[in-house]
């Protein structure tokens, strides 16, 4: 949404305690503010208040069956919420604070609104690393609900000026971090019923939680369990084409390794920077005087897997 057609003015504030402070009012009110993570900037409102959460999918235009985050600032926060086992317990000690989230049965009584697991038995959980997110946590003293801050199915945001791009007039708040720095969203493993599966990849490799745990991770059922499962998601306006060596038509061409392109995710070749650089490449690739936006091939293993999985659903029509 442009300002052209905003409905409410959004201010943008850069992170110091003003603006923590300013944020945490809004939330106190029932309110919905952008916020930095390590990730991707988050929409953050308060898990406990209906309205609050309900609040966010309006924002995003978000489908009410698509389960949120819960952010909280410590692991004894998040067992207050939901029910460790032995394997929930090592990955928390192991990647919390951390770009890990956990999907665990949830407590009864635990106060969290039935709009943030969609009415699923199971919590989506996450204690952050980013200060932004943290100094938000304390600043409110509530576990926030907070799904990427941009409108639903399209480009992740990992600039202030991604959450604009989208979100300009539908929310109040944005708090402008800088960039963030894994650049795509966090792992999430569920442990259930004795089970160890992968939901979504991302920062944290399968390949890593197996060794960690010494045991075999699945793979997500045919529901939706968790954010980020839907078929078409990630999505700029134009389309994209994967896997392409070179160029072809009108296209802009994002590289990695020996295919330079228009624009790199990295020219050596390193994963990490790659991620990093993901989603802010898209945002610039869709914004390009071009029809149709075409990307190299990634490896798929490690971090690539999370590349890739992104790349594939921003391919798919939505």
Known sequence: MTASNASIPTVLLPYGTAAIA????????????????????????????????????????????????????????????????????????????????????????????????????????????????????????????????????????????????????????????????????????????????????????????ADLLGTMVGGGGAGIEAPGQLASHYAPSKPVRLNAAEREGDEWLIGFGPVAGDATLSAAGDLVEAAARLFDALHVADVAPCARIAVAPVPNHGLGAAINDRLRRAAVPG
């Open 22 to 209: 300013a944020a945490a009012a809004v939330i106190a009110e029932g309110g919905c503010v952008a916020v930095a993570t390590e990730t991707v900037y988050g929409l953050a409102a308060d898990a406990t208040d209906s309205r609050a959460v309900a609040g966010i999918y309006a924002a995003k235009g978000r489908p009410d069956f698509n389960p949120l985050i819960v952010h909280v600032p410590t692991r004894a926060a998040a067992e207050a919420l939901a029910v460790f086992d032995d394997a929930a317990g090592r990955l928390a000690d192991a990647f919390w604070p951390g770009p890990l989230t956990l999907v665990l049965p949830i407590r009864e009584r635990s106060g969290i609104a039935s709009l943030v697991t969609a009415g699923l038995a199971t919590i989506a959980i996450r204690v952050p690393a980013h200060d932004a997110m943290q100094a938000l946590l304390h600043a409110t003293g509530r576990p926030l609900a907070a799904p990427s801050a941009n409108a639903s199915g399209s480009i992740s945001p990992t600039r202030a000026g991604h959450v604009l791009r989208s979100l300009d007039g539908r929310i109040p708040m944005v708090i402008d971090a800088g960039p963030t720095t894994s650049g795509i969203e966090s792992t999430i493993i569920a442990c259930v019923d004795g089970a160890v599966r992968q939901l979504r990849p991302g920062p944290i490799a399968r390949e890593t939680v």
